[in-house]
Structure formats: structure tokens, C-alpha cells
């Protein structure tokens, strides 16, 4: 199975492929942070009963198969006549799925602060603002950093669904490959370790990160 | 009779037993005390043969702990021990907790070993709590538990280690009290402590611990009145 | 902006056939737990084995299951099998891939559960004269249970949504290969969709409270 047909221009079609799950996966996770902060500081600053229609509509991003989240996308932005191309609802259907669950990483990670350090910091005169950017913000980014890699990789991942829009990503790449060359396993194994490769830089980063700051603590 | 003799014990290049040299009789009570990493807990855990040691040996009514041919869980019936943390076992109610060994180990039956148990936890002052979970327990009450768990296996012997230590000030009086009534109802005890006042008013025998070796042994009216080792009469004085 | 009518009755209509898609993603759902618990115990045992035949090969289970995406887990038992001749139909392949996504990612919850009982249970369980086996069965594993049931069942929802899948592999009696089938005969894309995300969620949500009863009926401390 090793005297293979592909060629260098194969190993390219590949690679970009790859580019095409970055890009996703990069622009999903940047939308989905800036939503889930602000998201995740609205409910840990209301009350639970307030927060509930927020809490219920980012649920249903988390039960709900992203599948069918992007199919009824694709389907609203056509009968609305958005003319968004399938990259863009992609991102934006990404970045709305991740944002699910970066709220409640971000959430978690606020009340993870505990309040006698938060009333220390404003017994000394901090603003609500200076409180949260300078006690609340750093001690929390240690508490969330583990789990927003976690999603970042899980992103990195759950964007191979989008290949059903038509999106040539990694997977969809080796998929058109296997059809043409018929060598499904090892076409599947190179695309497997190039996942790989793209997730294990990000899971040492953060693994690295957490560790200089627990010998800082 | 537990004998000990001649035992060392290291956990890598740390010496923590360094030739140990003890008996105790049948009803005796013998509380060992030292500063911290002194060995004393070790001791307690080889006894039981929880912790192997390197040379030396072990005697429990003339069983060697550590020969390979001895059946440990066998012997471990005939000693009870009581740790620091509290050991409750939370999927279990304090019933459970109690009856668990007397039927899975010892065989009992539901109702006799929940006779047993119910006889042991009313001992201990916990015959209200039996349905309860430790979780919902006080830290005393999962400790005086915990005797009442060991003490459900009809032990020859009884091992307490600091099993004050991880308490709440307010409630060492209560634990203290149940080793006193068990001490005065004859049970061999050997307990490591950090109460000086418990050593010196139930024991027969104080033993004081230093760096891995037992710097002197005697009556707590010659340990606390007239300690003849300068290491014993530093530590007392460090710890009044 | 909206020159479309919505023609919910249509998929209304298609709810009965719908409803039997949903029974065969929930079995799908079921069977690929029920085999992925299994699997993630032995392969737990064998990561936590000193024998590097037994540590490898789960290792590298695990480290599949859950740094590549389960589509693409799906796809190799489809399509990558095809290389050694073995051919599985959608069903197999779906609940083989899902099976092993599941397997992968419980080996770890299971482990980090062992690892979160403390060593003195075990000490407590072998001072009262239990042996290794009778300490593990009484003390050690009912404690797991309880560690590694909400992980285990938030997986058990993760097998729910991955049932989705099976339609890139040409599932058509699933919840979704059965909304997929009917939408390329009528083309009510979102009015389908729609009601089966609705369904989905009715599942999800489900299986969520279901697990809360029970759980609340067993873990009673």
C-alpha cells in the first residue's frame, strides 16, 4: 500500500485543504472568544433568572448536531437572500457554536475567582472595570486557558463538517482524492496525521503556557 | 503481643526507621509521640503490612508480618487502625461503612453484622446517624466512625495514627474520649499522637521518636517528669 | 427580503418518518455506548498496563479517537477499510466510527476517575483485610461510577449528535438520512431541518433528564 500514485501536486491539493480548515477554524474561534466573553461576563453578572433566555439559546447550539445547524444556515441564508458564500455561514455558524461554548469556560472561569478577592481588590478603591481587567481578567485566564484550547482543537476538528456546503477543507480534499486514486487507506492516514500535526502545536502551547503559570503561582 | 525488632525501613536514599526495637503486651497502651518525620506513622502502617520494611522483623502473636507465607488480609483482621484522614468511605452510609468488612470479609451474615456494627456505632456515640452518609458527618463524628469501622472486625490490636490531627480543635475532646473508654475497656492500643495530655493520662507506656530511632521509652510519669534523653525534654518543651 | 412562503405542513407531514429516524439514532446512539463503555474499560486497563503491547496500541487509540475528527473516524471504517477489501455498509461503518470515537474518549474519563480516588480508600479497604480485587469491586469502583457518570453520559449526547454523520457515508434511516431524503424529494431544506433540529434537541434533552433521575436515584451521598 506504500508504492502509492499520489504525487507532489496531490501533497498540495492536501495542503491547501489544510489552509482552507485554519482559516475556518481561526476565524470560528476568534468570533466564537469575542462572543462567548462577552456572553460569559453578561451571566455571571446577572441573575441566573435573567440570564435564562441566553443560557437556553446557547444551549441549543450545544444540542443540536452542528450538521444540521449548518444545513438550516445554508437554507435561511438563501431564502432570506443573503448571498453569503458557504465559507462565510460557515465561520459564522463556527463561530456562533463555539461561542456556545466558550461562555460557559468563561463563566466558569469568572466564578472560579473567589469573591473575598474580588472585594479586596474594590475595598481598595478599584472600579468595577479596574476589578475586572486587573484581578478578575488575569486570574480567570489561567482557570479558562486549558479548556478554550480544548475547544479550539475541538473546533479545528468539527470543521471538517462543513465539507457537506461544498467547502473543498481537508477532509473534503482527501475525500476527491480517494475517488480519483482509489487508495482510501493511505490518502485517509496521510490526512489523518496532517490533523494531527495541526493539533498537536496548539495542545503543547497551552500544555507549555499552563505550566509556566503554575510555577509562577 | 506485637514485637518489634530491630526494624529499618527507607523510602529511597530517606532513612525513616532506623532499627526499631518495641513490644507491646496484651492490654497495653502505648502512645508514641516526636516531631514530624520522626517514623511514628511509618511504623504504624508496617505493623499492618501495608508498608514493607528492609530488615528487621515483625511479630503479631508470633506471626511474622512480612514472610511471604503469612496471609496478610487474614492478619489484618486481628488489627484495627484508624488513620489521620478520616478514611469514610462516601458511597456507603455509616451503617454500611461499618458492616462492610464483618460481611465481605469475615462472612457475617446482614443482621449479624449489623448487630455488631449498631452495638459498636452506639459505642461511639453515633446510634442516631446510621442511615446517614459521612458526607454528612462532622469531621469528629467520620473519625469516631471510623473506630467503630475497625473496631466491627473483633481486633486483637488497635493502631490509631494522629487520628486527631486533621480535626477541628473543638472536636479532638469528643475522638479523645472514645480511645480513652476504649483503653479503659482493656483493648491493646498503640496510638502515634500529637496530644500530650492523652499520652500522658491513658497510656501505660510513652514512647518518644526522633529522626527514625525511639530515643526513650517509659512510663509517661518518667517521660514528661523526668525524661533522661535531652532530645525528648527539647521536644516536650517545644510542644507545651 | 423574504420572497419564500414556509410550508410547515409539509413537514409536518413528514414527522411519522421522521420519528423512526429519530428510534434508529437513538439505537445507534445506545449501541455505540454500550460497546465504546465496554471497549474503554479494557482499553483503560491496558493504558494503566506496564506491557508496552498493551500500552501502545491503546495509547494510540485514544490519541485517534480524540485528535482527529469523528467524520473522519467515520470515514476510515468506510472508506479507508476499502483498502483491506473489507466494505461496511453506512450502519456498521457509522456505528464503528462512532464506537471508537466513544471508546477513545471514556478510556480517559474512566482513567481520570480511577485517579481522583484517593490512595488511603485503598489503604481503608486493605487495612480491614480485603484483598486487592474485593477493595477495587467495594470501595474503589463505585466511587468511579459516580466520578465518570455525568462525563459518560455528556458522551452519550456527543453519540447522539455524531449519529448526524452517517449521512456523508449515505446513512438514509437515521434522523438525519431520513430528513435528507426527504428533502431531496420535496426541498423544503429548512422546514425539514428545522423540525429535525427540533427533534434532536427533544432527544438530547431527554437523555440529559433521564440520566439526572438516574443519578439522583443512585448516588445517594
Known sequence: MFDTALTLNDMLFLAKGAGVTLAITFFAVIGGTVLGLTFGVIRSHIRPWMALPLTFILDIFRSVPLLIQLILANAFQAIAGLQLSPFVTSCVVLALYTSAYCTEIVRGAIDAVPTVTRRAARSLGLTW????????????LRVALPSWIGLTLSVLKDSALVLWLGIIE???????????????????LITGAIYFALSFPIARLGGRLEKRWQEND | ???????????????????????????????????????????????????????????????????KSTDLNRLRRKIGIVFQQFNAFPHLTVLENVTLAPRKVKGLGKAEAEEIAVKHLEHVGLGDKLKVYPGRLSGGQQQRMAIARALAMSPDYMLFDEVTSALDPQLVGEVLDTLKMLAEDGMTMICVTHEMSFARDVSNRVAFFHKGVMEEIGPPEQIFGEAKSEETRKFLSSVR | MFDYTFQWRQAYRALPQMLDGALVTLQIAVLSMVIGVTIAVILAVARNSKSRWLYWP???????????????????????????????????????????????????????????????????????????AKTFRLIVLPQMLRIAFLPTTNQMVWAILMTSLGVTVGMSTDLTGVTQDLNSRTFRTFELFALAAVLYYAIAKAVMLGARLLAWRLFRY
Open chain 1, 170 to 188: 481537508l477532509l473534503r480534499s482527501s475525500q476527491i482524492l480517494v475517488t480519483r486514486l482509489q487508495e482510501p487507506m493511505t490518502i485517509l
Open chain 1, 129 to 140: 472595570g479596574q476589578d475586572m481587567t486587573q484581578v478578575v481578567f488575569p486570574m480567570a
Open chain 2, 1 to 67: 503481643m506485637i514485637e518489634i525488632e530491630n526494624v529499618h525501613k527507607s523510602f529511597g536514599s530517606l532513612k525513616v526507621l532506623k532499627g526499631i526495637n518495641l513490644t507491646v503486651d496484651k492490654g497495653e497502651v502505648v502512645s508514641v509521640i516526636g516531631g514530624s518525620g520522626s517514623g511514628k506513622s511509618t511504623l504504624l502502617t508496617c505493623i499492618n503490612g501495608l508498608e514493607k520494611i528492609d530488615s528487621g522483623r515483625i511479630l503479631v502473636d508470633g506471626t511474622e508480618v512480612h514472610a
Open chain 3, 58 to 132: 491503546a495509547t494510540a487509540w485514544v490519541e485517534v479517537a480524540r485528535n482527529t475528527p469523528a467524520l473522519f473516524q467515520i470515514y476510515m471504517a468506510h472508506f479507508g477499510l476499502g483498502s483491506f477489501g473489507i466494505y461496511l455498509s453506512p450502519f456498521v461503518a457509522l456505528l464503528a466510527g462512532i464506537t471508537f470515537n466513544n471508546a477513545g474518549y471514556l478510556c480517559e474519563t474512566f482513567r481520570g476517575a480511577l485517579r481522583a480516588i484517593p490512595d488511603t480508600q485503598v489503604r481503608a479497604g486493605r487495612s480491614l483485610g480485603m484483598g486487592p
